[in-house]
Each structure stands twice: as structure tokens, then as C-alpha cells.
């Protein structure tokens, strides 16, 4: 489970960085724009809501998980 995790990380880091590099070589760095892609059809509107619920969630557990089990920053 390791080399799956390290392998995951990698490519999470990777692969979403290819995108970003391509649009800011594109626009720049214009973040009006990009959030306004994020949500630029039902598909894409759908996807990124339910990942920012996604990562919500998992905050919100990891946040809670660390203070009962007294996990200090």
C-alpha cells in the first residue's frame, strides 16, 4: 500500500499541475478566469462542486479526528 500512496501522491501532484501550467501559459495568472472555467458547464459545475464538498468533508472529519484523539499541530 506504500508504493500505491507514494504513487498516488505523484501523480495527484503531477498531473493537476500539467492543467494549471497550460492555462496560465494560455491566460496568465488570471483567477477570475479560472474560477469562472471551474464552472463553466453542468459537467464541470457538477465535478467541481462535488469535490469541494469532498474535501469539505474530509477537513471538517480530520479536524475533528485530530482533536479527539489529541493530535497536536
Known amino acids: 500500500m506504500k508504493t500505491f500512496y507514494l504513487a498516488a501522491a505523484v501523480f495527484g501532484t503531477i498531473l493537476p499541475w500539467l492543467f494549471f501550467a497550460g492555462f496560465t501559459s494560455e491566460h496568465g495568472p488570471n483567477?477570475?478566469?479560472f474560477v469562472q472555467?471551474?464552472?463553466?458547464n453542468g459537467p464541470s459545475s457538477g465535478f467541481?462542486?462535488?469535490?469541494?464538498?469532498a474535501c469539505t468533508v474530509f477537513w471538517v472529519w480530520?479536524?475533528?479526528d485530530a482533536r479527539q484523539n489529541s493530535v497536536s499541530s
Open 62 to 64: 480530520s479536524w475533528q
Open 31 to 33: 483567477l477570475l478566469l
Open 48 to 53: 467541481t462542486t462535488d469535490l469541494l464538498i
Open 37 to 40: 472555467l471551474l464552472f463553466a
